[in-house]
């Protein structure tokens, strides 16, 4: 076992899958010699040499239709894109190829790439380096969406997602990088050398992509979240003093729905929380799903905590981001009805 | 067995990394006014040479030479030198205070401000930019208050964004700079389009479009000239090839093309390449291509050769993925600096005039701070409302949103 942060579980990832896979390679803006933006890949290219990690033009649409294209060679292309808020020039090759290669060939082709971004708020980064696009891949039939929550889960469900046989968008929030992020902004960074989970395994495991995990036990009402809002939420938690129970998601699809079900069957009330904007969020999809398959055990209607619809502003960044705060009020909402 | 031998992928690699020597010596420059000056309606196919050549005026004694040199007074040269001093000295009062924790976020021309400096300059009221972040010497040649630029950087009451945008994407219509967006190249084409619409309208004005040397590799770049050729659209192509994007060196976005003027080329589209560090010969192509486009001839591809002296961003380090002394040994120089020098060759400046210039320029920049700072900056003092997140996202503000404004307590 070894101590690491969310970046460096990242790229123990794909170091151990480029060791085992020659058919690994790994590309991307800034991601050769310099190692990324965020450091994910630094080392890679001296360890592998540049054929198998390298510098890609700046072209979203190219890197991911070069990808496309790898795969259907044979190769396993695990993908960098800068930012999440960048992957809209490269959206047309998502969703109409990558997603479909499998269904409209029968088989013949198929696609497993993984596509890594950074997600989510948190840094100031303004409307282009702050965005939480997961729904706009859970909405198209034939992607994989994965967001862990800390370096454990980054590692193992990177690996996971690079030996799929399917594209899978991995979502990495990039305000856990360093350290669990409870949207205290104004307390000093946990790191995560401090975080259970920040206790990584330094060779090969993986975690099955489409299994949440259970991230506290309670009774009164069940949160569900993913990403940065598992630790928010479980610092509301702990702050109002109410015995939730907290599911990470892990995975957004496939989603692990007996784990929501068996838990809002037995508290009865529910609160979804996400970084993204409200309306035709991922969260519509998880109210709707309780819905149908907990009706009868509702006590209250189900609620959701979310960023604003509208463009992720610079300045009012804590005015926007759905803190504890906010998700301690929707608690309550819901205890009370 | 085949006959061929096994294939292998190219990945092209800079000359140099950390601990190597700066080498510019593949860097082919052309003598300064060595370059001829065609008629402004001569055909792409004319003036191919130009898109591989760099036109140049000031030479190395600091005298303008050749035909594309005798354009502009004393006078006027001598406001070109002041608004790049006051780019330079406005970049690094703003770093230092984005150092201080006084705003998230700073991207400098440290450089590169002949381009955008020498380029407003040909410009007329009513003419648009669609400029990316490493511009606003087109906003400061053009007198746009420093105080503006200072409250949108720091976010504070009186930005004129109300805390929106990223610190340096400004907008102004009034001067012709379209709202910059964070997303690379986009906006390439957006230029093209409002070219089109001034045709459209037989209108007189023009437009010109920017990107970086990385940003053309972008879809949206191709698709601009595509468009702007198909249409002879009134608009200028900039590419400030200014050779790295971040830690990316040029070789990756050109390829196997000789230069990034070249992609031009392919398209009939008229290109030329120009010593972005020579204010002289930055402004003598950009009144060429401007007035090409004026008269309904069509548009103009125009590389700037120049170089990114200072990190890609106040977040960037450049020494992890290039040698540090690298800026010292790019072969252009330095556009102040050489401006400075033909001013003096000229008879109308000194050194000492130039000492006291820069202390009078960075005591206006600091009066211009000072009074931004009243009025707030990123973490302390004035800060937009709470309600300016929801207000703006539609003309009129739908229920949805309004509920949400409420929710929010404002
Ligand atoms: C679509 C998109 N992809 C990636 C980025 C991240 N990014 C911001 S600036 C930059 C480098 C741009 O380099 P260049 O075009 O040469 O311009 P320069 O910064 O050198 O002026 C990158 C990759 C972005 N902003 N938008
Ligand atoms: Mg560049």
């Given at each position: 076992m070894a101590r690491m942060t969310m970046i460096e579980a990242v790229r123990s990832a794909m170091d151990v899958s480029m060791e085992r896979d020659d058919d690994v390679v790994v590309f991307g803006e800034d991601v050769g010699y310099f190692g990324g933006v965020f450091r994910c890949t630094q080392g890679l290219q001296a360890k592998y040499g540049k054929t198998r990690c390298f510098d890609a033009p700046i072209s979203e649409s190219g890197i991911v239709g070069t990808a496309i294209g790898m795969a259907a060679y044979g190769l396993k292309p695990c993908v960098e894109i800068q930012f999440a808020d960048y992957m809209y020039p490269a959206y047309d090759q998502i969703t109409q190829e990558a997603a479909r290669i499998r269904y409209r060939s029968n088989g013949d082709f198929t696609c497993p790439i993984v596509l890594r971004m950074p997600t989510g708020g948190g840094i100031f980064g303004g409307q282009t380096h702050s965005q939480s696009p997961e729904a706009l891949f859970t909405h198209v039939c034939g992607l994989k969406v994965v967001v862990p929550s800390n370096p454990y889960d980054a590692k193992g469900l990177l690996i996971a997602s690079i030996e799929d046989p399917d594209p899978v968008m991995f979502l990495e929030p990039k305000r856990l990088y360093n350290g669990p992020f409870d949207g205290h902004h104004d307390r000093p960074v946990t790191?995560?050398?401090?975080?259970?989970?920040?206790?990584?395994?330094?060779?090969?495991?993986?975690?099955?992509?489409?299994?949440?995990?259970?991230?506290?036990?309670?009774?009164?009402?069940?949160?569900?979240?993913?990403?940065?809002?598992?630790?928010?939420?479980?610092?509301?938690?702990?702050?109002?003093?109410?015995?939730?129970?907290?599911?990470?998601?892990?995975?957004?699809?496939?989603?692990?729905?007996?784990?929501?079900?068996?838990?809002?069957?037995?508290?009865?009330?529910?609160?979804?929380?996400?970084?993204?904007?409200?309306?035709?969020?991922?969260?519509?999809?998880?109210?709707?799903?309780?819905?149908?398959?907990?009706?009868?055990?509702?006590?209250?209607?189900?609620?959701?905590?979310?960023?604003?619809?509208?463009?992720?502003?610079?300045?009012?960044?804590?005015?926007?981001?759905?803190?504890?705060?906010?998700?301690?009020?929707?608690?309550?909402?819901?205890?009370?009805? | 067995m085949t006959e061929f031998p096994q294939l292998s992928l190219h990945v092209p690699e800079p000359a140099v990394r950390p601990g190597g020597m700066p080498d510019f010596s593949n860097v082919d420059i052309a003598k300064a006014g060595s370059v001829p000056r065609p008629a402004v309606d001569a055909a792409s196919e004319d003036i191919r040479d130009l898109a591989y050549s760099i036109i140049r005026v000031l030479n190395r004694e600091g005298e303008a030479v050749g035909p594309w040199a005798g354009l502009l007074s004393d006078e006027e040269l001598l406001t070109g030198l002041r608004h790049m001093m006051k780019l330079r000295a406005f970049d690094a009062r703003m770093l230092m205070a984005q150092r201080q924790g006084k705003t998230s976020f700073y991207m400098q021309h440290l450089g590169e401000e002949a381009v955008s400096c020498a380029f407003r300059k040909a410009l007329k009221k009513g003419d648009m930019n669609f400029p990316t972040y490493r511009q606003a010497g087109l906003l400061i040649a053009d007198d746009y208050p420093m105080v503006e630029m200072m409250n949108q950087i720091f976010s504070n009451e009186k930005d004129p964004l109300r805390g929106r945008q990223l610190p340096i994407m400004y907008s102004s219509k009034e001067h012709g700079f379209f709202t910059i967006s964070g997303n690379l190249a986009t906006q390439y084409v957006q230029a093209v389009g409002w070219a089109m619409a001034s045709a459209i309208k037989n209108d007189t004005k023009i437009a010109a479009a920017w990107i970086g040397d990385g940003s053309t590799a972008e879809s949206d770049f191709h698709s601009a000239l595509v468009f702007a050729s198909?249409?002879?659209?009134?608009?200028?192509?900039?590419?400030?090839?200014?050779?790295?994007?971040?830690?990316?060196?040029?070789?990756?976005a050109r390829g196997g093309s000789g230069t990034f003027a070249a992609r031009g080329l392919g398209f009939g589209i008229p290109a030329l390449r120009v010593d972005g560090n020579d204010y002289l010969a930055v402004y003598a192509v950009s009144l060429w291509a401007t007035e090409r486009a004026r008269r309904n001839l069509g548009p103009t591809l125009i590389e700037y050769v120049t170089y990114r002296v200072g990190g890609h961003s106040s977040s960037?380090?450049?020494?992890?993925?290039?040698?540090?002394?690298?800026?010292?040994?790019?072969?252009?120089?330095?556009?102040?600096?050489?401006?400075?020098?033909?001013?003096?060759?000229?008879?109308?400046?000194?050194?000492?005039?130039?000492?006291?210039?820069?202390?009078?320029?960075?005591?206006?920049?600091?009066?211009?701070?000072?009074?931004?700072?009243?009025?707030?900056?990123?973490?302390?003092?004035?800060?937009?409302?709470?309600?300016?997140?929801?207000?703006?996202?539609?003309?009129?503000?739908?229920?949805h949103i309004r509920r949400q404004r409420q929710k929010a307590g404002y």
């Open positions: 790191p995560w050398s401090k975080h259970e989970l920040g206790e990584v395994p330094e060779g090969h495991y993986s975690i099955p992509i489409g299994k949440a995990e259970i991230r506290r036990q309670g009774s009164a009402v069940t949160v569900i979240a993913y990403g940065t809002m598992v630790h928010v939420a479980l610092a509301a938690v702990e702050e109002m003093g109410i015995d939730a129970e907290v599911i990470d998601l892990r995975s957004l699809l496939p989603l692990d729905l007996d784990t929501i079900v068996q838990s809002v069957t037995k508290t009865g009330r529910c609160v979804v929380v996400h970084e993204a904007t409200l309306t035709s969020g991922y969260g519509a999809e998880l109210t709707a799903l309780v819905q149908e398959h907990c009706f009868y055990h509702l006590e209250a209607p189900v609620v959701r905590v979310t960023g604003w619809d509208t463009p992720y502003p610079h300045a009012q960044e804590w005015d926007y981001f759905p803190g504890p705060g906010r998700v301690g009020r929707a608690l309550a909402e819901v205890m009370e009805a | 198909t249409y002879k659209a009134p608009v200028i192509l900039n590419i400030v090839n200014n050779q790295w994007a971040i830690s990316t060196f040029q070789g990756i960037d380090d450049p020494s992890a993925y290039r040698p540090k002394t690298e800026s010292e040994a790019w072969p252009l120089g330095d556009p102040v600096l050489r401006l400075k020098k033909h001013l003096i060759v000229r008879g109308v400046w000194s050194e000492e005039r130039h000492v006291q210039a820069e202390a009078e320029i960075l005591d206006e920049v600091i009066q211009a701070q000072k009074e931004a700072e009243t009025h707030g900056t990123l973490h302390a003092g004035g800060k937009p409302s709470v309600r300016d997140i929801f207000e703006g996202v539609y003309a009129e503000m739908p229920p």
